[in-house]
């Protein structure tokens, strides 16, 4: 999204809060006499409409705050009747500041509302402990959200984009296009295609992080897609060789299932069903061992039969993307759906889903977790003190440390540096205006209608101090309409919010100081040496024939890594926007090379040249040795990315130029190779990231 565009929707959503807010507040308060119920009809479209990141269209947008809408009456009722004492609403802001905050593991859109339901409790657990004005505290909570749906849809609309969906069939298009005429697609056009589906350039209202099984299918699909359009990019870039019929074949089998899941994913028709490639693959296997069991006259040349392998790995991604649409689009695979790990969830009910993902979740590992646990504690902490303190106007202790806290502590204190700066200028402007005005109240119900909008867009365009500053002053027309007020006001806002920031603060420096760059460490660093683990147990299976199939390695444990690998980084990107590009370890590559190593784990000793019987001589004593080095690697490597200090890497054996197959196999070798090379590019960068550091620690300087 380009800057203009951006600004675009800050001033649509800030125009939509300030509308609906006012069409609540001046009814309620001056038609029908009812100040309690303005109050609160003012703050329910700030609470979910800027305090709350609610993802989507406006029409997405809606349905979310309509399903909010219950549990945040709710919540308001609940507030309401803890309120009766200080510890009782402290208690009751830890366990439902846990869960809103929590509720993140459900995807993008409840961790979006989730701050405003979390604004709906605040508001209402603070004294005065008057259970009487439930009513219009619901009523003002009810025409609040609903102006704001209203606003939404019928003003200023937010443009659709292209789903996800959509833009899955897109790639598969190109894909499909590429496989059916091979060089017809520019290598860099193949990657660029791919790299449109990261999650990080899609909306988050786009990205399938649903726990069920539709959400989880397209998620594997979109990941399959990605890897197939750079398999192919690869293997257009590769110099030409004598014709491979087999593999022509084979492609084409490719491009078409590329076409059909594309058509269904545009359009919701005629859903595929898996098993085409399936079918594909293992004739392509029966033609391969024909080939190679052959006379050696006619056996293909070794990079013949590496292209092959290449062709197989390409194929198995397409195969991913198949069966993933097929569980899309039935709910369960029709056809088959082999091997069950990597197709764990296929079988499982929603409520099962959801579970294993809420229990994954339940660790002082997950940055869910810590994130849910910082903000309960913070939360509760601050109602506790401005309620021991009897502080006046105290819910800003909690705004504060619910809008300026921050998942590291350094990104804390820049935040609340610039908040306590606008306060600051928000509470000398405030405070003149009561004392200029006094107790005119038409001129502050004159001025808040334009002060809204202001505050609202300026705010979000110009910085956090400037918000600050702006929301004290709407915050300062708005009470003084309600009841006369006085330029302590501002002072009692100030003290307020200087309190919030020291507990969110003082929480940060406790509680996961370092936000998620330790995680992000120990969690690759697992992965990696998860990993590492099955490299020679595949090789095992590959080189030691059997009267059956080979039995592949157990790769579930090192999926479950690479979900928690993949929620920490994808909390370290937003985390550290100031990290320059380049310097710094490569985790996505972390997160490529165990999805490949997974994959390979599966594939191999499935539709892998057979071995009809143990390999012997110099291949074969590389494959073996190699297969050990690259685990030892992968722990070396671990321990270097989670901070430790290991040795240089061993220069690694380079791998036979030509060989037979009956001395091993192909798709090993080529396998094992590209491990090699992507571990070292992993090492490279952590490298070349740990020498500021160093550098540091001898007393010179690095860039930050």
């Known amino acids: 999204m380009s800057v203009d565009s951006a600004r675009a929707v800050v001033v649509r959503r800030g125009v939509r809060v300030a509308l609906a807010a006012g069409a609540g507040f001046y009814p309620l308060l001056y038609a029908a006499d009812r100040p309690v119920a303005a109050l609160y009809a003012l703050f329910a479209p700030v609470a979910l409409g800027l305090l709350s990141a609610v993802p989507g269209s406006s029409r997405q947008k809606a349905s979310v705050l309509l399903r909010a809408l219950p549990p945040g009456l709710a ?13 009782a609403a402290a208690g009751g802001m830890l366990v439902i500041g846990f869960l809103l905050a929590f509720a993140a593991v459900g995807g993008p859109r409840p961790a979006g509302a989730g701050p405003g339901l979390q604004l709906f409790y605040i508001l209402a657990c603070f004294p005065p ?34 789903s996800y969906r959509r833009r899955m069939a897109d790639a598969l298009r190109t894909a499909a296009d590429e496989a059916a005429l091979p060089g017809r697609v520019p290598p860099a056009t193949l990657r660029a295609a791919g790299a449109r589906l990261r999650l990080s350039s899609l909306p988050p209202a786009e990205q399938p992080a649903s726990a069920g099984r539709t959400d989880r299918a397209l998620d594997q699909a979109g990941r399959s897609v990605r890897r197939l359009l750079n398999q192919l990019a690869t293997l257009a870039e590769e110099p030409p060789h004598v014709a491979d019929p087999a593999s022509a074949e084979l492609l084409d089998r490719v491009a078409e299932v590329c076409t059909r899941c594309a058509h269904y994913l545009r359009t919701g028709k005629q859903a595929p069903v898996a098993g085409t490639l399936e079918a594909a693959m293992r004739h392509f296997r029966a033609e391969r061992v024909r080939l190679t069991s052959g006379p050696p006259a006619l056996v293909p040349p070794i990079a013949v039969l590496r292209r092959q392998s290449r062709v197989m790995a390409l194929a198995e991604s397409a195969r991913i993307v198949e069966v993933t649409a097929d569980i899309a689009a039935h709910g369960r695979p029709l056809g088959p759906a082999v091997p069950h790990d990597q197709f764990w969830y296929a079988e499982l009910s929603s409520p099962r889903l959801w579970a294993r993902r809420v229990l994954g979740n339940i660790t002082l590992r997950s940055v869910l977790f810590q994130n849910a646990v910082r903000t309960a504690l913070g939360l509760a902490a601050a109602r506790l003190v401005a309620g021991t303190l009897d502080l006046a106007h105290g819910f800003w202790v909690l705004l504060a440390v619910l809008t300026l806290g921050r998942t590291t502590v350094g990104a804390t204190w820049q935040a609340v540096r610039r908040a306590v700066a606008g306060n600051v200028v928000g509470a000398l402007a405030a405070g003149a205006l009561v004392i200029g005005l006094g107790t005119h109240t038409d001129v502050y119900a004159a001025l808040l209608a334009p002060a809204m909008p202001v505050a609202f867009c300026l705010g979000p365009l110009l910085g956090i101090a400037w918000a600050q500053a702006g929301f004290t002053l ?3 027309t708005a009470f003084a309409q309600i009841a006369p007020v006085t330029w302590r006001l501002s002072e009692a806002r100030m003290v307020d919010v200087l309190t919030g920031s020291v507990i969110g603060l003082l929480c940060g420096l406790l509680a996961w100081p370092a936000g998620a760059r330790r995680e992000v460490r120990r969690t690759m660093a697992a992965l990696l040496h998860s990993c590492g683990g099955l490299v020679p147990a595949t090789a095992q299976a590959l080189m030691h024939p059997s009267p059956g199939a080979p039995t592949p390695a157990p790769t579930l444990p090192s999926l479950h890594r690479l979900r928690l690998a993949e929620a920490a980084y994808a909390q370290y990107r937003s985390e550290a926007p100031a990290l320059r590009e380049g310097t710094g370890t490569d985790w996505h590559a972390v997160l490529i090379v165990a999805s490949h190593t997974i994959l390979g784990a599966h594939r191999l000793p499935r539709l892998g040249l057979p071995q009809t019987a143990e390999p012997t001589g110099p291949p074969a004593a590389w494959a073996r040795t190699t297969a050990e080095e690259l685990e030892a690697e992968a722990d070396r490597i671990a321990a270097l990315v989670g901070g430790g200090n290991p040795g240089p890497a061993r220069a690694p054996a380079p791998a036979p130029a030509d060989y037979a197959p009956a001395s091993l196999s192909v798709d090993l070798e080529v396998w094992l190779t590209s491990l090699g090379r992507q571990l070292a590019w ?6 070349r990231a740990a020498e500021p550091a160093a550098t540091i620690g001898r007393g010179g300087h690095a860039d930050a």
């Open 75 to 87: 919540l308001a009722s609940l507030g309401t009747l803890l309120a009766v004492n200080t510890w």
């Open 129 to 162: 402990y008057a259970p009487g004005t439930l009513g219009d505290r619901l009523l003002g909570l009810t025409a609040g959200v609903l102006l704001l749906v209203a606003c939404e849809t019928l003003l200023l609309p937010e443009p659709a984009v292209p």
């Open 474 to 476: 709407v915050v300062a």
């Open 682 to 687: 992993i090492e490279g960068t952590a490298r």
